[in-house]
């Protein structure tokens, strides 16, 4: 089996950690196997992948998270037919609504499948739908979930706290949220991006990188960075967002100074995560939270930038501060940051990258025989 069809999701913009998930995948196989994505058709979307990457993408009307259950003619019959034409290969359903669609037909073709599962969907779902309908919907997607998980050759997990969560005995393989290859670099951006911010050198920068959802806890973030600054007046807080104008009131509102808002592109984010001391990623005690791995974890520790986490960011909370390579929000008092001299973040990710991937590839692997 040198044949790999990844069947994937809405992918809306090169910045998306599905994109960035689907991103390392390819990183990691694409030397071992031929890599076809399976993607629905957006006319006003550009999506950018390698060059040598197989696009195959079938019509579809509806634009929303869910649209797998909403175009099932369309689906099944591109699938059948690509599934058809390559014989016995390995089929990755990205993320459990690709896979609901996805398992079943992979078998009648003697495909093996693997799950990727980046979360609790089902309570993710609930949470974004509250009363009886996304109560409904929950019972729903958590039964499939359990046939997904039944029907799979290989589960992949971005946390073990979600592969303990479906208490099966099944070939499974923890591969988190990995930066991609351009958070890897060895140039440092670092004196060019303050100077152009005009950030002098005993500053420290406090960054947050992301959106305005309400599970990423923006306001408590603004809160926190407001205490630190009430004993550290040389610090500066730097938001990068698509959502500049919520940020900017969020900022005013709060009151905090010395703060910066910015649009930067993906591409460019490892240039001004270089700027950097300390990033934020705060999570509350759900379930959600403690099954995820978010991607900006790493992409901050990738590029030296030691992250400022609470308890419930899925293994990262347990395992970067053990390694001293994060700092873990709790009741005590804040204590003083420092500059982080000597900090091993980008080394640390290089190392745990290739102990990862090596275990994604050999699981992989192990599905030809």
């Not at 080394?347 to 025989?369: F, R, T």
């Amino acid at each position: 089996m040198k044949k790999i069809v990844i069947v994937a999701s809405s992918i809306y913009y090169l910045g998306d950690g599905y994109k960035t998930r689907i991103d390392t995948e390819i990183e990691r196989l694409n030397r071992l196997y031929d890599i076809t994505l399976f993607i629905p058709k957006f006319k006003d979307k550009c999506i950018e992948f390698p060059q040598n990457i197989t696009i195959e993408e079938y019509p579809t009307n509806y634009h929303g998270r869910f649209h797998f259950l909403y175009n099932n003619y369309s689906f099944f019959k591109r699938l059948n037919i690509l599934l058809k034409k390559y014989g016995e290969c390995i089929v990755i359903g990205e993320s459990l609504v690709p896979a609901i669609k996805t398992y079943r037909i992979s078998k009648n073709y003697n495909c093996k499948f693997v799950f990727d599962c980046h979360g609790t969907e089902p309570s993710e779902f609930k949470l974004n739908n509250p009363g009886i309908k996304g109560s409904l919907l929950f019972i729903l997607l958590r039964w499939l979930e359990k046939k997904v998980v039944k029907n799979s050759d290989l589960i992949v997990t971005v946390t073990k706290k979600q592969f303990d969560y479906f208490k099966v005995q099944k070939d499974n393989v923890v591969f988190p949220m990995m930066p991609t290859e351009r958070f890897l670099s060895h140039i440092s951006y670092r004196e060019e991006i303050r100077n152009k911010l005009d950030i002098n050198d005993d500053e420290l920068v406090f960054v947050y990188s992301g959106q305005n959802q309400k599970w990423q806890m923006c306001e408590e973030i603004c809160d926190l960075y407001r205490k630190i600054r009430q004993q550290q007046t040389d610090t500066r807080l730097l938001i990068l967002t698509g959502c500049v104008d919520y940020f900017e009131e969020l900022v005013q509102k709060k009151e905090i100074e010395n703060a910066v808002v910015l649009s930067v592109p993906y591409e460019e984010m490892p240039r001004y995560l270089d700027a950097c001391d300390y990033g934020f990623c705060i999570r509350n005690s759900s379930i959600i939270n403690q099954f995820a791995s978010p991607t900006k974890v790493l992409e901050y520790v990738s590029r030296n930038v030691s992250p400022i986490l609470s308890d419930y960011v899925g293994d990262f909370s347990l395992i970067l501060p053990k390694e001293d390579l994060a700092y873990v929000v709790s009741d005590s008092p804040i204590p003083r940051f420092k500059k982080n001299e000597g900090y091993m973040g980008t080394e640390y990710v290089k190392k745990m990258n290739k102990i990862m991937s090596d275990d994604y590839k050999k699981a992989i692997k192990s599905l030809e025989s």
